[in-house]
């Protein structure tokens, strides 16, 4: 499985592109990144804080044929962009359900999963929040980001090369 890269200076939401993708195309799987993001959801309703710089990316595929669960697929992905943190924090990150993941008891990442139907087709698509350069301060639920935790800049563009890797091959494996 290969994924199609739709790349974008500035999106609403990178999982509305994906959805817009579907519908408009016949493209099965597909990576949407983005540079900015004006309008980034979370789950519940809730709105994700795209700060510039930061990673924003939807992957979309048909889920008609993949042999697990919307609810081990769900557990997966966070594994996934997990292993991707992992490459660069050595140290322990945390899964916290539904969808974050969190480094020293601070979110670093959002994941919001969404399925769509078109032609009796079945798409499942995966919105992916990383602070990567800069966090929200939030009241309630403290942030951090990658560049704070390492002292050091990373490429932003490496590691899109790397999460899509991660996905293509784990995500290969599921179908029947």
């Known amino acids: 499985m290969k994924f199609k890269i739709f790349r974008f200076n500035k999106v609403k939401s990178t999982n509305d ?3 817009r993708i579907i519908k408009n195309s016949n493209i099965d799987y597909g990576m949407v990144i983005a540079k900015e993001q004006k309008n980034g959801r979370g789950q519940y309703g809730k ?8 990673i924003f990316i939807s992957f979309f595929y048909k889920f008609d044929h993949i042999t697990v669960s919307l609810k081990q697929i769900t557990k997966i992905n966070c ?5 991707l943190l992992s ?6 990150i945390i899964f916290k359900k539904p969808n974050d993941l969190l480094i020293n008891r601070k ?6 999963q969404e399925k769509i139907s078109k032609f009796q087709k079945t798409y499942l698509i995966v919105g992916i929040g990383i602070n990567l350069i800069k966090n929200p301060n ?9 560049k704070e935790l390492l002292n050091k800049k990373l490429s932003k563009t490496k590691i899109e090369k790397q999460i899509k890797k991660i996905f293509e091959k784990k995500l290969s494996k599921l179908y029947k």
């Not at 979110?107 to 919001?112: N, S």
């Not at 939030?138 to 990658?146: A, E």
């Open 107 to 112: 979110k670093i990442c959002g994941i919001l």
């Open 17 to 19: 592109t994906a959805i």
């Open 79 to 83: 594994l996934l962009v997990k292993n």
């Open 87 to 92: 490459i660069y924090y050595k140290k322990r």
């Open 138 to 146: 939030l009241k309630d639920y403290p942030t951090t980001n990658l």
């Open 47 to 54: 709105k994700w804080i795209s700060y510039n710089g930061n």
